[in-house]
């Protein structure tokens, strides 16, 4: 280990701590490229689908990437995700040498970057300072060791089932401790997940109030109707927009600028929860909390991508027919027919009740 290393490496983990919670659930990265011992180019990961440290680190370099050695905090991606792998752009901009503090916990990455990189010809130094890379992301490595995908619908609802009034009220249905527990929740997870209508009807803000890091919130919004206002659109967390191909290409930018990430979906047929939960999980996504309406919550359900279902039921009646229920869509046509579940729990949060159960293995 030669010292140089050490001190480029303590500049790159100090750049790697200017990306703050922005980049949640992502890592923080930092980069930098040294050409004949100086620093000719600095980047770092700034926010939750923006381009990674060393895209960054080598823009800023520029035709000096040449030759350059490039330390980075993280070993570089070799897989598509938000972004190109950065492997790629690194053997495009001449890099000669890359340093790198620790792998990548992701299954898909691991040694991927630096094998990939080594097969190029490219001379790979790892593990410089890798306890303190580790220590930057506590909480990214932590992840690593949990199941890699967990889908849980969430939904609050009264005695008789209703989980707002005919006019649309739903504020609140549940007592203080149980949406306390609900923000808990949040702060566990990667990301929360609601359709459009419940942005609309709500405006939440689908953070988690303090009680943990902030998820990133996803909107299933086909038709791109999500005002700008919305308060799901603030910086307090990032914000993926699942949409159709839209002529609103103003909207699209003006997002964009505001670091929204916005996922087209091909086709024009009803959009795939599978699809989106598969394309969740390639951005890095992997725990991921459902909180929206009926008919989201059906289509979750019915896709079999939902592990878990969380039920709380408060002690009040408001009846009505057109008053609206937790799952909704077309339903089943025979009890034979329902979705069973499993492993079941009760538990009293204050004048509430939690029922908690699997519906998959």
């Known amino acids: 280990m030669h010292k140089k290393d050490l001190k480029f490496m303590r500049i790159a983990i100090n750049l790697a701590k200017r990306g703050g919670s922005k980049v949640f659930p992502n890592p923080r990265v930092g980069a930098v490229v040294v050409r004949n011992g100086r620093i000719v180019g600095r980047g770092y990961h700034g926010y939750f689908g923006g381009p990674h440290a060393e895209i960054n680190a080598i823009k800023a370099a520029g035709p000096a990437s040449k030759g350059a050695v490039l330390y980075v905090t993280l070993e570089p991606c070799n897989h598509r995700g938000k972004t190109p792998p950065c492997t790629h752009a690194i053997v495009k901009a001449g890099i000669k040498r890359v340093v790198y503090a620790s792998n990548d916990r992701k299954k898909r990455s691991m040694n991927g970057g630096g094998g990939f990189l080594a097969k190029k010809g490219i001379e790979i130094t790892k593990n410089i300072l890798k306890k303190e890379s580790i220590s930057l992301n506590r909480d990214y490595y932590h992840q690593g060791r949990l199941k890699p995908t967990r889908v849980i619908l969430k939904s609050a609802m009264t005695l008789d089932g209703k989980i707002a009034t005919y006019t649309g009220d739903s504020k609140w249905i549940t007592s203080e401790e149980a949406r306390s527990l609900g923000h808990d929740l949040r702060g566990q997870v990667d990301a929360v997940l609601v359709g459009i209508n419940t942005v609309l009807a709500d ?27 919305s308060k799901i659109l603030n910086e307090k967390a990032p914000t993926v927009i699942i949409h ?35 394309k969740l999980n ?40 057109e008053a609206k229920t937790p799952v909704e869509g077309p339903g089943i046509s025979r009890i034979s027919k329902a979705f069973s579940v499993f492993d079941i729990s009760v538990r009293k949060i204050g004048p509430d009740i939690l029922i908690k159960g699997r519906v998959r293995g």
Request: charged share 30%.
């Open 282 to 321: 390639k951005i890095g996504l992997d725990r991921i909390l459902i909180e929206g309406g009926g008919m989201t919550s059906y289509e979750a359900i019915a896709s079999g991508t939902v592990d878990e279902v969380m039920f709380f039921v408060a002690p009040k009646i408001v009846g009505g027919r």
């Open 244 to 278: 159709r191909k839209s002529r609103l290409k103003a909207k699209l930018e003006t997002l964009k600028k505001r670091k929204v990430y916005a996922v087209e979906v091909p086709g024009t047929a009803k959009i795939s929860f599978k699809y989106i939960i598969n």
């Open 203 to 229: 405006d939440p803000e689908l953070t988690a109030h303090g009680r943990g890091r902030n998820p990133v919130r996803v909107v299933i919004d086909p038709g791109l109707r999500i005002p700008l206002s």
